[in-house]
């Protein structure tokens, strides 16, 4: 069986431009999960979807928004993009929400802001 | 806000030695716990969990954890380390808000593993 994938593996921007990241989780998971991972530093929690709608929002900008298709895919998308953004953005999904079984993680998209 | 500090960044450690990483936890409530490797180019992998009950948990690979609530610690722990579990460990702990009851992990700064031969 499929992971959870995601794509791009790898990006390049410059500052103002905006991201859009895609993730599709295992297939029968219906929860996916956003983190921000910067260099030499744990993963932060972005966003959670469930079911198609947001479910939870960590301690990030407006700039940072997201979505859950029919389908359970995500998109993550970044507007007006800063060299700070630059890090793996990991997705993950889980089979149900609010239990921590264990979160299973896609692995990443790196994006490097210029 | 629960949290988990990761005090090493390296560990070093030779082949068939036992290894240890340690994690410390702060929360309000009882703890749910977790351990993840990440290795170069790859996602988080998911090693063990504690939840409840037995205070040494298996996981993964051979790998497996100690929680101790008087020391308010999970470390992770291997009795003989292999080449092969080189790698960035990360300690992790769930977190609820309160008013919703939404769940999310909460990581540590991780702790990268050297295993020399």
């Known amino acids: 069986d499929a992971g959870v994938t995601q794509s791009p593996t790898h990006l390049i921007k410059t500052r103002g431009q905006h991201v859009t990241l895609r993730c599709s989780p295992i297939s029968g998971h219906k929860s996916v999960s956003w983190y921000q991972q910067v260099l030499g530093q744990g993963p932060q929690f972005i966003f959670q979807?469930?079911?198609?709608?947001?479910?939870g929002r960590g301690n990030f900008p407006d700039r940072f928004s997201a979505r859950q298709f029919p389908n359970y895919s995500s998109e993550l998308n970044v507007n007006a993009l800063l060299l700070g953004d630059s890090a793996l953005y990991l997705c993950?999904?889980?089979?149900?929400?609010?239990?921590?079984?264990?979160?299973?993680f896609g692995p990443g998209t790196r994006l490097t802001v210029l | 806000a629960q949290s988990v500090a990761q005090p090493e960044d390296q560990v070093n450690v030779a082949e068939g030695n036992p290894l240890t990483v340690k994690c410390t936890y702060s929360v309000s409530g009882n703890p749910y716990l977790f351990w993840y490797v990440q290795y170069p180019n790859r996602g988080l992998q998911f090693l063990l969990k504690y939840i409840t009950g037995d205070n040494l948990v298996k996981g993964s690979y051979g790998f497996e954890a100690e929680f101790n609530k008087s020391q308010t610690s999970f470390h992770l722990k291997k009795p003989s380390a292999l080449v092969s579990d080189s790698a960035l460990y990360f300690c992790a702990v769930r977190d609820i808000e309160v008013d919703t009851g939404f769940q999310k992990l909460v990581f540590g700064t991780g702790t990268r593993l050297l295993v020399s031969p």
């Open positions: 979807y469930y079911e198609k709608e947001e479910r």
């Open positions: 993950a999904s889980s089979s149900i929400l609010g239990r921590y079984n264990e979160q299973f």
